[in-house]
């Protein structure tokens, strides 16, 4: 951390910003912000195995009552859970007469087509073959291997994330008019953080960025700065961004308030729109921890919580899927300087 930042903690998870700087007197980061170290973090995220695996939403909304329909990778896709709990996975349009499965209801575990009562249980029927699904407590994941075009992995690559049973976890959705590049190229800029989005971070510094070895463990960006609170009240922190597969970034809070939180920001291809342009969920999941006594009553409280997270975590992304359809929209015409 930073020589003039706390180094014990009070007993509030806040600090007093001392030589606060007006958004405009700032010091410029475009000089530290190179295209090339960002292109280069971008290419050996794109390298590393994905195994096919695509985030299709959060654990909490897959239920046993009614199924969950998504788009991946201009496949339908329809997700439930099954008798016993379990996720189960197809695909979206029926065999039959090409029904859309997403408006049938389940029943005792067993989805049936609303059309002509087809009866799907997770298992092959009448040409309707499952997908490999996983859910990881969080978010749940669907194999696609027509469309990653990968070797296929057993499970998906799951980030480190705290103990479940310390966690405050929320999943924010958003859509974009990009690419999962542009999402993931977002994430690889820290650089931008307090310039684009002053309403939440403050006094950002680069402290570290990728060695190239294309290591995941080493290849990171690691950043000094401060969370906005009000005011001149901040909670500084240290994090660590890493793109450990290549539609997923992740940020680490290494050091300060939250040492042990996670914020995972996954990037998934959905259909073009109706006129051709390409979309993009951004799926992020928010894993927030801490070793303060009082964070066990915001666990239980986390009910109310969550929409508040969710809020905190759509101010960002709608400036941030700015800055993504704005990259896809420079590069599809070719005049991105990147």
């Given amino acids: 951390m930073n020589a003039d930042r706390p180094a014990r903690r009070g007993r509030l998870p806040l600090s007093l910003r001392g030589r606060a700087v007006p958004w405009e007197r700032q010091r410029p980061t475009w000089r530290e912000a190179r295209p090339s170290v960002i292109a280069q973090a971008l290419k050996r995220a794109q390298a590393r195995p994905s195994g096919n695996w695509y985030v299709v939403g959060a654990s909490r909304d897959l239920r046993s009552d009614r199924p969950l329909g998504r788009t991946v990778a201009g496949q339908e896709v329809v997700l439930w859970r099954g008798a016993d709990g379990r996720p189960v996975a197809g695909p979206g349009s029926c065999p039959h007469l090409g029904a859309p499965l997403r408006d049938s209801p389940v029943h005792r575990g067993t989805l049936v087509c609303h059309w002509h009562g087809l009866a799907l249980d997770g298992g092959p029927c009448a040409g309707w073959t499952p997908l490999p699904v996983h859910d990881d407590g969080v978010l749940v994941w669907v194999r696609l291997d027509a469309a990653g075009g990968e070797e296929p992995l057993s499970a998906p690559v799951v980030p480190r994330r705290p103990e479940p049973s310390r966690a405050l976890t929320a999943v924010y959705v958003g859509t974009g008019t990009c690419e999962p590049e542009d999402v993931v190229a977002n994430r690889l800029d ?149």
């Fill in 190 to 338: 820290p650089w931008h953080g307090a310039w684009f989005h002053p309403y939440s971070f403050v006094d950002l510094t680069v402290v570290g960025s990728p060695d190239g070895s294309g290591d995941g463990a080493r290849d990171a960006f690691t950043v000094d700065v401060s969370f906005k609170v009000a005011g001149r009240l901040v909670v500084p922190v240290r994090a660590e961004f890493t793109a450990p597969e290549p539609r997923t970034v992740v940020m680490h809070i290494t050091g300060g308030e939250g040492a042990g939180s996670v914020v995972e920001s996954h990037a998934t291809p959905l259909a073009p729109d109706e006129l051709g342009r390409p979309r993009t969920a951004v799926i992020e999941a928010v894993m927030a921890a801490s070793d303060r006594p009082g964070f066990a009553v915001a666990r239980r409280s986390a009910p109310l919580l969550r929409p508040l997270v969710r809020a905190a975590a759509g101010r960002l992304w709608r400036d941030d899927l700015a800055y993504a359809e704005r990259r896809w929209r420079l590069r599809s015409t070719g005049r991105f300087p990147g």
